[in-house]
T-cell receptor
Framework: DTGVSQDPRHKITKRGQNVTFRCDPISEHNRLYWYRQTLGQGPEFLTYFQNEAQLEKSRLLSDRFSAERPKGSFSTLEIQRTEQGDSAMYLC?????????????FGSGTQLSVL | GENVEQHPSTLSVQEGDSAVIKCTYSDSASNYFPWYKQELGKRPQLIIDIRSNVGEKKDQRIAVTLNKTAKHFSLHITETQPEDSAVYFCAASIQAAGNKLTFGGGTRVLVKP
């Protein structure tokens, strides 16, 4: 599968613990996006990168959240001191990074459960 | 910011019938409108998209229409099949401003054989 891959698929953690997710975009895709999806809702934008630069962060991304894309390839999303409200599906998407004719392709997500 | 509303939230159709899902958006600067299909436990899959310089686009049994003046767009699925059962999401974005998609709340489509 040469699509967007995310790891792990599922993560169960206790409240207060830190978790880190990884996303590998489609190769040659310059843009990488993180979204959060709760049950029965559409995905909500969290942040995005153009190569290694983080260009925008949603107000949904509290100080406990940090994302990196150090070499412009894979990205990590870390949540510190997890809370039960963080339980959700975390989706990654990538695109070529063109100003026009853009299409976003999603990974299968990491399902986070905070107990 | 952009707000996208989607209706209906659930849709049940008989196999072979048509299904229509409608979305409205608030930001007149939005110029890209994709539709995603998400099956249970799977990734959202892009099924069709339309840009603001086009009023209609068709791909086999799927078509999307856009009314920029009214700020609404619709997905039409004809000759529905059981494998069309899924949750469908519409979205809107400004392509030159990072193409950050704002999604609607989703429509659960059930095609009854």
């Amino acid at each position: 599968d040469t699509g967007v891959s995310q790891d792990p698929r599922h993560k169960i953690t206790k409240r207060g613990q830190n978790v880190t997710f990884r996303c590998d975009p489609i190769s040659e895709h310059n843009r990488l996006y993180w979204y959060r999806q709760t049950l029965g809702q559409g995905p909500e934008f969290l942040t995005y990168f153009q190569n290694e630069a983080q260009l925008e962060k949603s107000r949904l991304l509290s100080d406990r959240f940090s994302a990196e894309r150090p070499k412009g390839s894979f990205s990590t999303l870390e949540i510190q001191r997890t809370e039960q409200g963080d339980s959700a599906m975390y989706l990654c998407a990538s695109s070529l990074g063109l100003a026009t004719n853009e299409k976003l392709f999603f990974g299968s997500g990491t399902q986070l459960s905070v107990l | 910011g952009e707000n996208v509303e989607q209706h209906p939230s659930t849709l049940s159709v008989q196999e072979g019938d048509s299904a229509v899902i409608k979305c409205t958006y608030s930001d007149s600067a939005s110029n890209y409108f994709p539709w995603y299909k998400q099956e249970l436990g799977k990734r959202p899959q892009l099924i069709i998209d339309i840009r603001s310089n086009v009023g209609e686009k068709k791909d086999q049994r799927i078509a999307v229409t856009l009314n920029k003046t009214a700020k609404h767009f619709s997905l039409h699925i004809t000759e529905t099949q059981p494998e069309d059962s899924a949750v469908y999401f519409c979205a809107a974005s400004i392509q030159a401003a990072g193409n950050k998609l704002t999604f609607g709340g989703g429509t659960r489509v059930l095609v009854k054989p």
